[in-house]
């Protein structure tokens, strides 16, 4: 419980009391200065690509195809984005992300839990053995191709599950969700095992209820990944219906994929200078949902890392 | 509760125990029958749990372990029909073959290269961003860089690499705007070998480094606050402090960071080398995860594919071993405490 309520971050943000304020001595305040000019230029080199970007996307396809746009939007123009929406490969994409995030979230979050609770428990019987072989598992891989063979086996190729499925439980989610649950306090399984209670109704009823930053993270975690890999996409996904969002950005943005079936030079011209505006507009677009919701879940992602960190 | 339970192994008491030649069968005896009550009375208890763990031990079976064992196409002339077990054995032909191929050099040292290159360059950065952060005790300016750093590394390699080529453009990009603004001729950074390492490396360090400074502000966070005083009251500047107190105190991380780091170096991503390779950057960019996909997948050579994969495997769990072994003999300190 402790490891993630009370994490070593809260104890940054206590400021000293008025008293402990003496006056710093030249040469640090000197320091400081220069520390948060550094911070400042670091702050800078993080921004200045995403602010060129979405300036990019916010200008017209004349004025980013002539190169004109730097940090600021020239002819401001929202056509990019009226495009990029209304684009059905797009669009499919995006609906195709959302069912493999939301989906995949779903079962591997039960998976992890399923796996990690056990393993809490000093009692269970085996469990030193099971967590050597999820660690030997981080180690050592067969490969790319024989996890590509049991795929094939099984029948998921080119099936939604194929993304759902072999990448469903990270180790490292496991050890974070086990942290967790080995610091409930014990108190609380011997009380509700006097009451009568099972192991599988003090999971649902005593321990579920206390972890909801660890789902959160946990959640958080498998959503963020679904969202952004493409990897599996691409091995085991022939079928366009069903690719997720970044294998179609791909193929716009890196493979510089269009349907040209245009004649006229200056309609081609055209389309030629939508094409580039409309890759910062798929950036921004496709990057939002989850640039939108960090800001928010920043902590608790930050308490999941530490867990990891401290027993890893 | 279980009260009547004895504590395992004490049925045999003390004074009934044999001497002599019998006394290691004995041991063993009394082990093996401790661990089978102990395995029967969690069974009566956890049976729940058990039932629990089923489907994720399937899944780790089904995909961590059978890809393991099926591996052992990479020493065998792997056929369809025949299937894995069935194919006929060449022993390490495909590894002769792999390590004779002209192109095993240039992937061996694009890797090695790429992936030393990576740990170097991303290792002290989110350090000296952590320290600098510590430093600073206005707490909005402070959460607000360290919230803004953190952005890039939410973004996907697809949409990162593309902003690296949209960024880099020769034509169109603000880098070559702003190297012409020097009079320096538009360079065109991905067609060009010797800046692939580069490019990947540093639009990295660019996703990760806030990132990875969380984990050391957690760790400067931990040190002692007395530590601290001492050295005020001894007159030390804040640069003193970093460098006698704040670098000591985050060290054991630090090192834990980089032993993960050099361990992981083989594994280094596919996703990005891949989406950053063209035809006339290959001479640098084909690395070993990239190649076996190529031959695996785009040329279906099912078991030279895995033989190359395996090696790799290997030779990174022998990097681990070996990295985790020298810090521990360095610092007192492995990963496995």
Request: aromatic share 12%; charged share 15%.
């Amino acid at each position: 419980m402790s490891a993630l309520t009370t994490s070593p971050l809260s104890r940054l943000r206590r400021k000293p009391a008025a008293k402990e304020r003496i006056r710093e001595p030249f040469r640090d305040r000197v320091f400081l200065v220069v520390v948060t000019i550094m911070l400042v230029v670091i702050l800078g080199l993080v921004l200045l690509p995403l602010i060129y970007i979405v300036a990019n996307s916010f200008s017209s396809a004349s004025a980013v195809s002539a190169g004109r746009v730097t940090f600021w939007p020239i002819d401001f123009s929202l056509r990019a984005y009226e495009v990029a929406l209304s684009n059905p490969q797009i669009l499919r994409g995006y609906y195709n992300s959302l069912i493999y995030a939301v989906c995949g979230t779903l079962i591997s979050v039960t998976l992890t839990v399923a796996i990690a609770y056990p393993l809490s428990r000093k009692r269970f019987f085996g469990r030193n053995v099971l967590m050597t072989a999820l660690i030997f598992t981080m180690l050592f891989s067969g490969g790319l191709i024989p996890t590509y063979m049991v795929v094939q086996d099984l029948g998921m190729l080119n099936t939604r599950w194929a993304l759902l499925i072999p990448n469903a439980v990270g180790v490292w989610q496991v050890i974070i969700a086990r942290t967790f649950f080995a610091n409930i306090p014990e108190d609380l399984h011997e009380a509700a095992m006097l009451d009568g209670a099972s192991e599988l109704r003090y999971l649902r009823s005593v321990v579920l209820p206390l972890s909801k930053p660890l789902l959160a993270v946990l959640a958080l975690m498998y959503v963020i990944f679904q969202w952004n890999t493409y990897f599996d996409a691409l091995v085991y996904l022939k079928d366009q219906d069903l690719f997720p969002l970044q294998i179609v950005l791909r193929n716009v943005l890196i493979l510089n994929q269009r349907n040209v079936g245009v004649a006229d030079v200056a309609q081609q011209l055209q389309q030629q200078q939508l094409a580039n505006v409309l890759k910062y507009a798929l950036i921004v677009v496709s990057s939002l949902p989850v640039l939108i919701i960090y800001p928010f879940v920043a902590r608790h992602f930050t308490k999941g890392v530490m867990v990891g960190a401290v027993k890893g | 509760m279980e009260i009547t339970t004895r504590p395992p192994g004490s049925q045999v008491r003390p004074a009934e125990r044999p001497v002599g030649s019998g006394r290691s069968r004995n041991a063993f005896a009394r082990y093996f029958h401790s661990h089978w009550t102990e395995a029967r009375r969690s069974w009566r208890l956890h049976w729940q749990l058990y039932l629990l763990v089923i489907v994720p031990v399937a899944y780790f079976v089904i995909f961590k372990y059978i890809p393991i064992s099926n591996a052992v196409i990479a020493f065998k002339d792997y056929n369809v029909i025949k299937g894995v077990w069935g194919s006929d054995w060449v022993g390490f032909k495909n590894f002769e073959l792999f390590f004779s191929n002209p192109v095993f050099g240039t992937l061996l040292k694009n890797t090695f290269i790429l992936a030393f290159y990576l740990v170097l360059a991303s290792f002290p950065i989110p350090i000296i961003l952590a320290i600098a952060l510590n430093e600073i005790r206005n707490g909005l300016f402070k959460r607000t860089v360290q919230l803004l750093t953190y952005a890039p590394y939410f973004i996907s390699t697809v949409v990162a690499v593309s902003m690296t080529i949209l960024i880099l453009s020769p034509r169109l990009g603000i880098v070559n705007d702003a190297i012409g603004l020097f009079g320096i001729p538009a360079i065109d950074f991905l067609g060009d070998p010797d800046y692939f390492r580069h490019i990947y490396v540093w639009s990295d360090v660019w996703q990760t480094t806030g990132y990875s400074a969380v984990i050391y502000m957690a760790a400067l966070a931990g040190i002692d606050p007395a530590l601290h005083e001492a050295a005020k009251i001894d007159g030390a500047s804040r640069w003193q402090r970093i460098r006698n107190v704040d670098l000591p105190g985050i060290m054991p991380t630090a090192v834990i960071i980089l032993v993960l780091g050099v361990g992981n170096m083989m594994a280094i991503g596919f996703e990005k080398a891949f989406l950053l390779q063209n035809d006339l950057n290959l001479a640098q960019s084909e690395i070993i995860a990239t190649y076996v996909y190529k031959t695996g997948l785009v040329n279906a050579d099912f078991s030279m594919a895995t033989a190359v994969g395996l090696f790799n495997s290997v030779v990174n769990l022998c990097l681990l071993l070996f990295v985790n072994f020298a810090a521990k003999r360095i610092t007192g300190k492995g990963l496995w405490g």
